[in-house]
């Protein structure tokens, strides 16, 4: 019946003009005014929350002082920057000139030792969490391979997983920090021992759910798949490069995504727990420091924090979603 | 001719929770080089038991099968399967998947460019040249299906075993890729083991029809020589009555001699049912 009617009605074609552009309306406006729309009214309620926060540092931030924040910590980005520049440059002129005065002189450069900027924060939690996950990545995916295709393995490894998985490797810190400093011992250190520990505690986090999540994708492999490689006759190495690894990709990047979520969460609250440089240390400085801005460099903070969250699962679904076969398990 | 391949008085018990089970009993049957024989018998019969001891995925628990006179112990290429659904890995191209079985079996005995030949041969058998460089989920359920036959086919194996190879397709499908079996085998002439449940299918394809009585301890209850002549015209057969005798022998088999007791649920029994599975 109403089928019937639309078709009486659009014989008008006013209104079957309105349907068409209601049509593009809906297919292609909607996925960008939506999110818009979302965004606009949790601005305004947000102002209006942080209005009403009084605290001992003032004010509660609102959308406006983050922006505010923002382009200050831009700007005392490139301040730093130029100073450290200034200073080099006037450390090569005194250089320059003590040379030619006694050319038996050896120049020293010393480093310019200015506060890190949020940026420069931002790129050391940015490597130490890639570095942590590249890390266990390396130990987690052969491991979760070899309890996949053993059940002895697994029926060994599997109680020590259960015990280990639920332990927040916030934890570890303390016992990672005095190990590192025990067993890390050397003149000249390549890595500073505070990235050191930062990137044990992002891999003992990361190394759970990939382990875990790649011995499930090896299991639940398909049986007919097992029994072409069987019919084959495919060598072990063969087996696993050629069947059990593109099979598992799924399962693996689930783990991965998993694990880098985790990961980026913990590294903050480890690296403010710990002191060690990256955005942790950045929300925690400027919680001791105490400044009328404060609390808007902290959230401010928060919401890159969130960004690059963010950024990192829509990096992983993208490379999922090149080395994956299965093109839906790459969606969200 | 001399046989091929025997199948020699094999039982075959899987151990339950809830004691032995014994799935086939004193299944015995001799193929001749380039028979095509047709397993056939309701579900649950033990017929794809048959075809994987055969295949070496499964161990008989007594008795063995020979192949040229020697033992069948694990699976290999010279028996090739052709699996139910088809089972191509999803992340390699047809052409791959045929690749990677002509790489391994072909291996130190082909150069790269006789492989290649060999692939494409192959998928040209199958008429499937134009699809070979797509992946399995792009294709029908049909055409995957060929692959999986251009597969086997590659491996030229001794035994081309199938197990219900168009029992996932549509009736017109079915029909299609039944002729296409045919056109090959007529070119090929191997020697063929296929699952079916349809009688159809089995009265057209096969040179005998092997019968299968009731699980458990299922065995073979009847054999049905097919002695139409080649190349078989199905349109032609349909008002052929030797045909129909064959068809309705191999029915009054399945469905007189060893019909299948379904145990009819009352509404009574299903509803305890769910309220054990709730």
């Given at each position: 019946m109403t089928t019937l009617i639309s078709k009486l009605v659009a014989g008008t074609s006013s209104f079957s003009q309105f349907k068409t552009n209601f049509r593009i309306f809906n297919y292609y406006a909607k996925p960008v005014l939506l999110p818009v729309i979302g965004m606009l009214i949790f601005m305004f309620l947000w102002t209006i929350a942080a209005s009403s926060i009084n605290t001992s540092l003032g004010k509660f931030p609102g959308p406006s002082e983050v922006g505010t924040q923002m382009v200050n910590l831009y700007q005392e980005h490139v301040a730093e920057r130029d100073k450290a520049d200034a200073f080099y440059q006037r450390q090569e002129e005194r250089n320059a000139k003590r040379v030619a005065k006694d050319p038996t002189y050896e120049p020293k450069i010393r480093a310019y030792t200015g506060k890190e900027t949020f940026l420069d924060q931002i790129i050391t939690s940015l490597i130490t969490v890639m570095s942590g996950f590249i890390l266990a990545a390396f130990f987690a995916i052969p491991l979760g391979i070899a309890i996949g295709l053993?059940?002895?393995?697994?029926?060994?490894?599997?109680?020590?997983?259960?015990?280990?998985?639920?332990?927040s490797p916030l934890a570890w810190l303390p016992l990672v920090t005095m190990a590192v400093s025990a067993l890390y011992v050397s003149d000249d250190p390549y890595f500073a021992k505070s990235f050191v520990n930062s990137l044990i505690t992002v891999t003992l986090c990361c190394i759970w759910p990939m382990v875990i999540n790649t011995s499930v994708g090896v299991i639940s492999i398909n049986q007919d798949w097992d029994n072409v490689s069987k019919v084959l006759r495919l060598p072990k190495l063969k087996h696993i490069q050629k069947i059990v690894i593109p099979a598992a990709i799924p399962s693996i990047f689930t783990g991965m995504r998993m694990s880098l979520g985790v990961a980026w969460m913990v590294l903050i609250a480890a690296e403010m727990l710990a002191q060690n440089p990256g955005l942790g240390k950045f929300v925690w400085d400027e919680f001791q420091n105490g400044s009328s801005d404060s609390l808007s460099r902290i959230m401010t903070a928060v919401v890159v924090i969130g960004f690059i969250g963010f950024l990192l699962d829509r990096t992983m679904q993208k490379i999922q979603y090149h080395v994956s076969w299965n093109k839906d398990s790459a969606k969200l | 001719m001399t046989t091929l391949l025997n199948i020699s008085k094999i039982d075959m018990v899987f151990p339950t929770p809830k004691g032995d089970f014994t799935a086939l009993q004193n299944v015995d049957l001799q193929i001749k080089k380039g028979e095509f024989i047709s397993l056939i018998g309701h579900s649950g019969c033990g017929k794809s038991t048959v075809l994987n001891v055969v295949a070496g995925l499964y161990q008989a628990t007594k008795g063995g099968v020979l192949l040229n006179n020697k033992e069948v112990r694990e699976p290999g290429p010279e028996r090739a399967v052709v699996f139910q659904n088809h089972s191509l890995l999803p992340w390699l191209t047809c052409y791959q998947n045929v690749e990677l079985a002509v790489k391994e079996v072909f291996r130190n005995k082909m150069s790269a460019s006789e492989m290649k030949d060999w692939i494409n041969h192959n998928i040209h058998l199958v008429h499937m040249d134009h699809a070979a460089h797509k992946l399995p989920d792009e294709i029908s359920g049909g055409m995957k299906q060929r692959i999986g036959i251009a597969r086997a086919l590659a491996m030229q194996p001794e035994v081309l075993l199938m197990d219900e190879p168009f029992g996932a397709l549509d009736a017109l499908t079915r029909a299609h890729m039944q002729d296409s079996l045919m056109e090959i085998q007529d070119e090929l002439n191997n020697t063929v083991i296929m699952i079916t449940h349809d009688v159809d299918e089995a009265v057209l394809l096969s040179d005998?029809?092997?019968?299968?009585?009731?699980?458990?301890?299922?065995?073979?209850?009847?054999?049905?020589?097919?002695?139409?002549?080649?190349?078989?015209?199905?349109?032609?057969?349909?008002?052929?009555?030797?045909?129909?005798?064959?068809?309705?022998?191999?029915?009054?088999?399945?469905?007189?001699?060893?019909?299948?007791?379904?145990?009819?649920?009352t509404s009574k029994k299903t509803s305890s049912k769910k309220e054990e599975v709730a």
């Open positions: 053993s059940k002895n393995l697994n029926t060994a490894i599997n109680p020590i997983i259960q015990i280990f998985k639920p332990v | 005998r029809i092997v019968m299968m009585t009731n699980g458990p301890a299922a065995t073979v209850g009847e054999i049905l020589d097919v002695n139409l002549p080649r190349p078989r015209d199905r349109l032609a057969l349909a008002k052929d009555p030797n045909y129909n005798n064959l068809r309705s022998s191999v029915l009054t088999f399945l469905y007189e001699k060893q019909r299948k007791v379904e145990t009819i649920t």
